[in-house]
Nanobody, 121 residues
Framework: QVQLVESGGGLVQAGGSLRLSCKVSGSIFSINTMGWYRQVPGNEREWVARVTSGNRTDYADSVKGRFTASRDNIKRTVYLDMNDLRPGDTAVYYC???????????????WGQGTQVTVSS
């Protein structure tokens, strides 16, 4: 059974930084592409970033240059370093084991419980 557990969220002032972690169990972590998503109540879940098994990273335009996704295969953990945080980054952040199909990545049903990030102005 796949389990993902996010941590590291909190309250931070605008311009501050946070590091989110997502520990994965029950899967062959080293071959997984891991995605980060976020959701504001009333809105759809939004893709934020991904890191592939080969450590290639991609980012949504809204976070490019401010967020960095990385992974530690020994610790079975994926990270999201968030810098220069803005009030618009306030959301619940989730990690996800993404699935590839026809050259694109899609979210799967493997989600963690999420961690709340709140950025005050």
């Amino acid at each position: 059974q796949v389990q993902l557990v996010e941590s590291g969220g909190g309250l931070v002032q605008a311009g501050g930084s946070l590091r989110l972690s997502c520990k994965v169990s029950g899967s062959i972590f080293s071959i997984n592409t891991m995605g980060w998503y976020r959701q504001v109540p009333g809105n759809e879940r939004e893709w934020v970033a991904r890191v592939t098994s080969g450590n290639r990273t991609d980012y949504a335009d809204s976070v490019k240059g401010r967020f960095t996704a990385s992974r530690d295969n020994i610790k079975r953990t994926v990270y999201l370093d968030m810098n220069d945080l803005r009030p618009g980054d306030t959301a619940v952040y989730y990690c996800n084991i993404e699935r590839g199909f026809s050259g694109r990545w899609y979210s799967s049903n493997d989600w963690g419980q999420g961690t709340q990030v709140t950025v005050s102005s």
